[in-house]
């Protein structure tokens, strides 16, 4: 989502540096030109050494906020010692910021959870900064988020925002409620401001989006080409409906209950064996953390067990893919699919919906969509489940597979639509168009204020 923007706007990623290959790259000032063939963009690299990175990034954002964050009912873990990385790092990317801009007055885009100190931090450094900051996951309910001990500091910090963005109004109601509960501020609901410190902040809406057109819009085989090529490649009957989930191997995702609808859908329909194979695509994420480890082990365990019940000689019901895909890979297998599964029992957005309708200009498939997503304030015609009901989901999925394509074609062309008119340039757009309101209205109540 954030790539496009960076190409079309020239200017400075600054991003954590995870590999050797990232510091062979770089020029003395941490800097490399992206992408190498055609220079759009700079990314700057930042340097985690790897107790900082377990610390900060795999302790206290992703042990901590994540889970308090996604109600998943996983225990968020918190300790003085990763919230004192998680500060020092933060402190760190804002000085790289300083650094980097070139004026007083820099518009700065903050990209979610793991920067939740940075825009104080730059308001102090960067006064007549425009800081926009986009909070991708969540935002729980005053009560959940107060479990969290450094709860002031957090909200203190994102209040240097100009802008914060939230992917619904729901998220923006909830944070509202948050700052009301734990800090002393003047909350004007109407507008959704919050004035704190001497700052103003917007708190808006903003549904993410993606780019659109694909990069590969013009050079992607046919749909009839890419589902002849995944069948070849798993040893699927060129017959068998397919079925596909992508997600990054997350206990947020719902991926444990969408294979068990998967097999309550063999149960209700053996007819269906034989039939219909389902592929899970499941990037490995976070895998140095013990619940990441348990629930890969639950997911295998769950996929074999579903294929020691209802495989049969070369059919395979079940394929699980524990790997990291390319996009255009990806994309493939999304043409090829007769269904696609998005079952996340919490998510911010969750963008494997709109890649899947963006990818299907055939104008057939059918998605199986949470109602915990914030695609599912969007896509109204997906099916909509809840994804804890585990018969409501198979039975969703039985729908899908027995769709018939006029159907099809009426629901993906609406939602095609919906994603095309509103891609990421349109949520880049929204929040750029309502920053340059209020720099407008700053530099002119500073000219009245001199004159006064």
């Known amino acids: 989502?954030?790539?496009?923007?960076?190409?079309?706007?020239?200017?400075?990623w600054i991003a954590h540096g995870g590999g050797t290959a990232d510091r062979e790259v770089v020029d003395k000032n941490d800097h490399v030109r992206v992408p190498p063939e055609n220079p759009r963009y700079t990314l700057r690299r930042i340097w985690l050494s790897e107790e900082e990175e377990k610390g900060y990034y795999y302790g206290f954002a992703n042990e901590g906020l994540w889970p308090l964050c996604h109600i998943a009912h996983v225990r968020p873990i918190f300790r003085t010692s990763d919230w004192e990385y998680y500060e020092a790092i933060n402190q760190r990317f804002a000085d790289a910021?300083?650094?980097?801009?070139?004026?007083?007055?820099p518009?700065?885009?903050v990209q979610d959870y793991h920067f939740?100190?940075?825009?104080g931090m730059l308001r102090r450094k960067l006064p007549k900064a425009t800081i926009i900051?986009?909070?991708?996951?969540?935002?729980?309910?005053p009560e959940s988020f107060g479990i969290c001990p450094w709860r002031e500091e957090i909200l203190q910090g994102m209040l240097g925002s100009t802008i914060l963005g939230f992917h619904t109004p729901f998220h923006c109601k909830n944070f509202l409620e948050t700052v009301d509960r734990y800090l002393e501020t003047r909350i004007e609901h109407a507008s959704s401001t919050i004035f704190h410190g001497g700052n103003l902040t917007l708190v808006e809406a903003y549904p993410i989006s993606i780019q659109w057109p694909s990069p590969w819009q013009d050079t992607q085989p046919s749909v009839e080409a890419c589902r002849s090529e995944i069948c070849e490649e798993l040893k699927i009957d060129k017959n068998c409906l397919i079925g596909l989930g992508v997600d990054r191997l997350d206990y947020t995702k719902g991926i444990l209950e969408r294979l068990r609808a998967v097999e309550n859908l063999f149960e209700n329909h053996p007819e269906m064996v034989g039939k219909f194979s389902f592929v899970q695509i499941a990037a490995p994420s976070r895998s140095v953390l013990e619940e990441y480890q348990a629930f890969e082990a639950s997911v295998r365990a769950l996929a074999a067990h579903i294929n020691q019940r209802f495989a049969a000689g070369a059919y395979q019901p079940v394929y699980?893919?524990?790997e990291h895909h390319e996009p255009e890979d990806v994309n493939r297998y999304y043409r090829a699919a007769d269904v696609c599964m998005v079952t996340s029992l919490h998510d911010g957005m969750n963008l494997v919906a709109k890649e899947y309708i963006a990818s299907r200009d055939d104008e057939r498939g059918v998605l199986v969509l949470s109602q915990f997503t914030g695609a599912a304030h969007e896509l109204y015609e997906a099916l909509i489940?809840?994804?804890y009901h585990i018969e409501q989901t198979a039975d969703a999925l039985y729908q899908a597979l027995t769709m018939p394509d006029f159907e099809q074609r009426e629901r993906m062309r609406s939602m095609r639509s919906m994603v095309r008119d509103f891609n990421v340039y349109r949520w880049a757009g929204r929040m750029l168009i309502d920053a340059a309101k209020i720099r407008?209205?700053?530099?002119?109540?500073?000219r009245i204020g001199i004159q006064t």
């Open 133 to 141: 900051t986009f909070w991708h996951i969540p935002w729980p309910n």
């Open 440 to 446: 407008q209205r700053e530099k002119l109540a500073a």
């Open 1 to 12: 989502a954030v790539e496009p923007v960076m190409k079309a706007c020239s200017g400075t």
């Open 97 to 105: 910021v300083v650094k980097e801009a070139t004026k007083d007055d």
């Open 107 to 109: 518009v700065v885009l």
């Open 385 to 387: 489940v809840n994804p």
């Open 116 to 119: 939740a100190l940075l825009p």
């Open 320 to 322: 699980l893919k524990i």
